[in-house]
């Protein structure tokens, strides 16, 4: 895989990262940390929220990347929602989902959400982050 050197226009970013699974956290947290982005790492939007006010002072993140099926029989687009409610201004947003065929499709149209098929690689998920509005600037 080729290395992704362009990192400035997500560096310093503040990026949310949800996904019940610890080894997709943790394997993700350390790619974007890598690009320089802040991370806060959590397995629901509850954890996240507490994260982020322990951190990051409540600093409203940058983007969310979310897993599409949490736990619980929640799902990303609800963590999203929730995350996105707790700070003004609108927040981009990535949904990542396992399954090509899932809901995740019909829910993302109208939300706002870039939808990323798993495996998401290093290059496709740096193409995202920068596509996200916010990290344009």
Not at 52 to 73: E, F, H, N
Request: aromatic share 4%; net charge positive; charged share 25%.
């Amino acid at each position: 895989m080729k290395a992704i050197t362009r990192t400035a226009p997500v560096a310093k970013k503040l990026v949310v990262v949800i996904d019940d699974d610890p080894l997709i956290l943790e394997a993700t947290g350390g790619l974007l940390r890598s690009w320089g982005c802040c991370v806060v790492t959590a397995k629901s939007c509850e954890e996240a929220l507490v994260r982020l006010a322990k951190t990051q002072a409540g600093r409203r993140p940058d983007v969310i990347v979310s897993d599409y099926q949490l736990s619980r029989g929640l799902t990303g687009v609800d963590a999203i929602e929730r995350l996105r409610s707790a700070f003004p201004n609108p927040i981009p947003a990535l949904l990542v989902s396992g399954d090509a065929t899932c809901s995740a499709r019909c829910e993302v149209g109208s939300q706002g959400y870039d939808l990323l098929y798993k495996p998401v690689n290093a290059e496709r998920l740096h193409a995202a982050l920068v596509d996200a509005s916010v990290l344009r600037q």
